[in-house]
């Protein structure tokens, strides 16, 4: 399996624009989370996925954040408009249901966001 | 509130062993993992404890005391490559997983 892929690997934009990530999880598996990590506040939680409907997304950190996964292979987090203290370090993971140990995620290479 | 302590930064000498420790107040345990982030890469699981104890995997061991809400990573025979940050992230009552803000773990020849 070519494990989580995400794209772009890096983005760099202006303050303002409108900015998609995307995520691919791994074949087979139910859950997805998005994750932000900064140096200051390290890893932090957005959003989560089982079966493609979002179950706690108390991590956003407000209106301008969005995700979707419209299908079991796709999601996507969007920020509109971007500010520069959204640049960050954007993981994606995903999980598979019922394996053992409970929940160990695999998680993508990242995206590098820069907003100027 | 739900809390993860782990040292901000460790220094070992290359061959030698050390233990980096966590402790954990959440509300509920559903199982504690251990991460490893080398710089600019993605976390990789490294070991998952639920019951109390010693779990170990090579060069890599992780002890649990849930009575104590504490746990810790000991890593022998340190080689160069082990130079990155090590995550320690419990998954609470709500099966989410609680991150603590990693050690960063250097290692010198």
């Known amino acids: 399996d070519a494990g989580v892929i995400q794209s772009p690997r890096h983005e760099v934009t202006e303050m303002g624009q409108e900015v998609t990530l995307r995520c691919k999880p791994i074949?087979?598996?139910?859950?997805l989370f998005w994750y932000r990590q900064t140096m200051m506040r390290g890893l932090e939680l957005l959003i989560y996925?089982?079966?493609?409907?979002?179950?706690?997304d108390s991590g956003m950190p407000e209106d301008r954040f969005s995700a979707k996964m419209p299908n079991a292979s796709f999601s996507t987090l969007k920020i509109q408009p971007s500010e520069p203290r959204d640049s960050a370090v954007y993981f994606c993971?995903?999980?598979?249901?019922?394996?053992?140990?409970?929940?160990?995620?695999?998680f993508g290479p990242g995206t590098r966001l820069t907003v100027l | 509130g739900q809390n993860i302590d782990q040292p901000t930064e460790m220094t070992a000498t290359e061959g030698a062993i050390v233990q980096i420790n966590c402790t954990y107040q959440?509300?509920?345990?559903?199982?504690l993992f251990w991460y490893q982030q080398h710089a600019g890469e993605a976390p990789t699981f490294l070991s998952y404890?639920?019951l109390d104890g010693l779990e170990e995997k090579g060069r890599f061991s992780s002890f649990l005391s849930r009575s104590k809400g504490y746990s810790y990573l000991l890593l022998k025979e340190l080689q160069m490559k082990d130079s990155a940050s090590y995550l320690c992230?419990?998954?609470?009552?709500?099966?989410?997983?609680?991150w603590g803000a990693g050690t960063k773990l250097i290692i010198k020849p």
């Open positions: 996925f089982n079966n493609n409907v979002p179950i706690d």
């Open positions: 993971a995903s999980s598979p249901a019922g394996a053992e140990p409970v929940n160990e995620q695999f």
């Open positions: 074949s087979g598996h139910d859950y």
């Open positions: 404890n639920v």
């Open positions: 992230a419990v998954m609470d009552s709500n099966y989410q997983l609680i």
């Open positions: 959440t509300s509920g345990f559903n199982g």
